[in-house]
Nanobody, 113 residues
């Protein structure tokens, strides 16, 4: 059964850093472009960053220069390094394919002093 399990979210002060992880079962990562999404309260889910199987990346303007997406295909794991976090980064973060399959539970990131 294909499954996505996100982890690493936490409460962090503005300017802080977090590293999110996403364990993907089955063949979810295999040859697929993967992505991190986020959904803030009262807002629609948005695409934050994406990475091809070969490692080519793309970012939303709001996180460019602060977030880094990476993947370990052998470990079937996706990562999101988040630096210089801002209150507006507060959201539930999800990983998925660029063409999404059923969503995992996500991981909560809260940026607040």
């Amino acid at each position: 059964q294909e499954q996505l399990v996100e982890s690493g979210g936490s409460l962090v002060q503005p300017g802080g850093s977090l590293r999110l992880s996403c364990a993907a079962s089955g063949s979810i990562l295999t040859f697929n472009t993967m992505a991190w999404y986020r959904q803030a309260p009262g807002k629609q889910r948005e695409l934050v960053a994406q990475i091809t199987h070969g490692g080519r990346t793309g970012y939303a303007d709001s996180v460019k220069g602060r977030f880094t997406i990476s993947r370990d295909n052998l470990k079937s794991t996706l990562y999101l390094q988040m630096n210089n976090l801002k209150p507006e980064d507060t959201a539930v973060y999800y990983c998925n394919r660029l063409n999404p399959i059923p969503w995992g539970q996500g991981t909560q990131v809260t940026v607040s002093s």
